[in-house]
């Protein structure tokens, strides 16, 4: 009956879940008004099975989503806010959050792309694991990520921070090189 349960419940989250098209290409692919790009890092010393994201559009991204030598993910999604509500480790062990803690949610603007944080996941111990997540602002390397491989679609649109907490540094690169313009 255990198991019973257990397979209901993994059939019904993933059956109200998507996955995510990941983008390969540096190709601009917004193509409706209320769309924009969610970038996110993902950091971990351990294999990384699924995260869980609530929100307009429910999905999953899996390791298969993240790009061949790269810790960051890229796609367009729908606008609007967004909580990370669970992390499968691998198999057998899986964290859940609470979806009201602010410290896992984030918004998507309107063409954008929206950088919502790093998530950075230690693990320690093989038996009896401990594990520390903390989804982190690391704007500057985000910056460099989409410079290196994604210049097309930088050049195109401008970076948001969406993640926990505020920033400015996006803002302040924006005005930096819009006075450099200028003269």
Known sequence: MRRLLLLSCALLLSACSSKVTNIKEDRDTLSKADEGYLLIGIETNRSLKAIYIDGPKSLVLTAKDIRSG??????????????????????????????????????????????????????????????????????????????????????????NYGGPGEDSFFDYLEQTFSQQEAK
């Open 70 to 159: 790269s810790n960051y993910i890229l796609a367009n999604l729908p606008l609007g806010d967004y909580t990370i509500t669970r992390l499968n480790l691998n198999r057998y062990s899986y964290l859940e959050f609470d979806n009201d803690e602010e410290s896992w949610q984030f918004t998507l603007s309107a063409k954008k792309i929206n950088y919502v944080g790093h998530l950075d996941i230690s693990t320690i111990g093989f038996w009896y694991t401990r594990s520390h997540i903390v989804l982190e602002n690391r704007s500057s390397e985000a910056l460099q990520y989409m410079e290196q491989n994604f210049p097309t679609i930088l050049s195109g649109r401008s970076l």
